[in-house]
C-alpha cells in the first residue's frame, strides 16, 4: 500500500485521493476477510419454526434435522430457526399464529378451534398398525390428503408428519382386565380437556374417565386422584411418567402425528425451487421415519420394562377386537367431532360405509 501511495504522489496525484483509495481498498479487504471467516453470505429467507418437543427429544431433533437439511439442499439460500419445548406460545396459541403469518412454520399437533375436521388427528382407531398409519399418513395416504385440504382453508401448507408413533395408556394403578374391551376396569383414566372422543372410547373399554390438564397429570397419578392416563406414546411416557409407570397397554388407540406445516402465503412468497425444497426434504424425512417408528416406540417401551413396568403388548387379534368395538360402538357418539363431509370420507376407506 505504501508503495502505491509513493507512486500516486511521483505521479503528482493528490494525496488525499491516494489517501481515500487506500482507505476503500482496506475497508473492502476487512470484508471479504469477515465474509470468509463467517463462512456463507446470509440467507436470503429466514424462517421460525416452532417444535412443541423439547431440545434431545426424537421430535426435535427431527426438526433440526429438518432445518439443515433444508439449508444444504437450497445452497444455504433458506435457514430455518428452530424454537424448541413450545417457546413461541403452546400448541393451540402457534397453530393460529402459523394461520395469521406471525410464526413462519410449526412440528406440532393440530388445533380444531378453527375446524373440527381436525380432530381425524386424534379419532380413534382409524389406523390400528404401524403399516397402516404409514400409508394413511404418507403423502398421497387418505388422512393425508385430507388434513392438507383442511389446512389449506386456514392459509397454511403442509409439508410432511413425523410419526411419533403408536397411542396407549399408562397406569400407576393398574387395570385388572387389560385385553378386555368389555370388561368393568374399576380405574380412573386421565383424558385431556375437550377430549370427548377418548372419553367416549375409555368409558366403552370399562374405565371411569375424567379431564386432567397436562400439567397436572404427574400429580393426579402420583396422588392417585386418577389410576393412569391416555393421550400419549411409549416415547412421552418415558419423559414423562416413567417412575410411576406400574402398567403400560399398547391400545394403538390412535397415531399421533406430529405436523410439519408452513403459513401459505409465505410458501407462496418463495420461488418454486424453493418450495421443491421444502416439501422434497419434508417428504424424504417423513417417510424415512415412518420406517423407523416402530422399533423406536419399541426401544421406548423396552425402557419401560427396564424400569420395571409390566409392558402390555395386544396381538394383531386382540387390536382388532378393540378396534371392531370403537368403530361399530363409539363412532356414532362422537362423528360429530369430525363433521359428515370426514366421516364419510373415512368410513368409504375403511369399507365401513
Avoid at 54 to 64: I, K, L, T, V
Avoid at 144 to 151: G, K, M, P, S
Avoid at 157 to 167: D, H, I, R, T
Avoid at 313 to 336: C, G, H, Q, T
Amino acid at each position: 500500500m505504501n508503495g502505491f501511495i509513493k507512486a500516486c504522489v511521483a505521479k503528482r496525484v493528490s494525496p488525499t485521493i491516494a489517501g481515500l483509495f487506500a482507505l476503500l481498498t482496506l475497508a473492502a479487504s476487512v470484508l471479504v476477510s469477515s465474509t470468509i471467516l463467517s463462512g456463507t453470505a446470509e440467507a436470503a429467507t429466514k424462517l421460525r419454526l416452532s417444535s412443541m418437543n423439547p431440545p434431545g427429544s426424537d421430535a426435535n431433533n427431527f426438526a433440526e434435522e429438518y432445518a439443515k437439511k433444508v439449508g444444504e439442499a437450497s445452497n444455504e439460500r433458506i435457514a430455518i430457526k428452530v424454537y424448541p419445548a413450545s417457546s413461541l406460545g403452546d400448541w393451540v396459541e402457534v397453530h393460529e399464529q402459523v394461520m395469521q403469518g406471525a410464526i413462519d412454520m410449526a412440528l406440532q399437533s393440530l388445533s380444531a378451534k378453527f375446524d373440527t375436521g381436525l380432530a381425524l388427528a386424534w379419532f380413534p382407531y382409524t389406523v390400528q398398525s404401524y403399516e397402516e398409519a404409514a400409508k394413511a399418513y404418507a403423502k398421497g395416504g387418505y388422512i393425508y390428503e385430507i388434513v392438507d385440504e383442511l389446512l389449506a382453508k386456514q392459509d397454511m401448507k403442509l409439508l410432511g408428519v413425523y410419526g411419533s408413533g403408536m397411542g396407549g395408556a399408562g397406569f400407576t394403578n393398574p387395570p385388572e382386565h387389560p385385553r378386555d374391551p368389555n370388561a368393568k376396569q374399576n380405574s380412573k383414566l386421565r383424558v385431556w380437556p375437550g377430549g370427548t372422543t377418548h372419553q367416549a372410547l375409555m368409558q366403552r373399554f370399562g374405565f371411569q374417565v375424567t379431564p386432567v390438564p397436562w400439567a397436572e397429570v404427574y400429580t393426579a397419578r402420583q396422588t392417585g386422584v386418577v389410576d393412569g392416563q391416555i393421550g400419549g406414546t411409549p416415547e412421552l411416557e418415558v419423559e414423562n411418567f416413567k417412575d410411576i409407570t406400574k402398567m403400560w397397554i399398547q391400545y394403538n388407540d390412535h397415531f399421533e402425528p406430529t405436523w410439519l406445516f408452513i403459513n401459505r402465503d409465505r410458501y407462496d412468497s418463495l420461488s418454486e425451487e424453493d418450495q421443491k425444497v421444502l416439501l422434497d426434504v419434508a417428504q424424504d424425512m417423513s417417510n424415512a421415519r415412518f420406517k423407523e417408528m416402530k422399533a423406536a416406540d419399541e426401544r421406548y417401551l423396552q425402557e419401560l420394562r427396564d424400569a420395571g413396568a409390566e409392558v402390555v403388548v395386544l396381538s394383531d387379534e386382540e387390536l382388532a377386537n378393540f378396534a371392531k368395538v370403537a368403530r361399530s360402538e363409539v363412532w356414532p357418539e362422537i362423528e360429530d367431532e369430525v363433521g359428515e363431509e370426514v366421516m364419510t370420507k373415512l368410513k368409504t376407506e375403511l369399507g365401513l360405509q
